[in-house]
């Protein structure tokens, strides 16, 4: 995204995770790096800021929104359901999270590590409207968001099922993928099979 946005420069963008580089495995805001304004990586604290940054959006009467992006695995954190709850109870209409349901986190399987699910019923029963979508099809996001948008007097939690690694022969439902950098190999394999699966559509 920083590299998209012009933040980075290509070059820089390929030393992500190397020792010296700004890039680290989490976005840290004390590197200086353009366009990051918290540091992150704990997991569960993102959707505590995002309603702390809907709530002042809500005193301001401004209409931005704003998209909280989370994996499976962090639905375990309990900072998690302290803001689902907070959200409900301040009407964040503003606010809308994107739950990544792969099923995987980095330890494995989320339902043997700790099972999240039925996620939907839990987010409903917090007070929040919920729309269930298949994560890979795009018309499918952007109804979602639309229909995000226009919900009133509630939070919405959008569960986007996918698959991990999806499209990527040997990276499919893989755990172990989770963090992994693969070789230059591995690279071009995995983007010559893509380019293979965008060609067919």
Known sequence: MLAQLECITGDELCTLRQAGSRLQGHPAKD???PGI????GSLGYGLSIGAGIAVGLKQAKSANRVYVLMGDGEQQEGSIWEAVMAASHFKLDNLCAIIDDNGLQIDGETRKIMNIHPLAEKYKAFGWNVIEIDGHDLDEVDKAY?????????????IAKTVKGKGVSFMENLAEW???????ELVAKAVEEIDAALAKE
């Open 146 to 158: 639309v229909s995000a948008k226009a919900e009133t007097g509630k939070p919405t939690a959008i």
């Open 37 to 40: 304004e918290i540091s992150t």
């Open 178 to 184: 989770h963090g992994r950098t693969p070789s230059k």
């Open 31 to 33: 590197k200086g790096l």
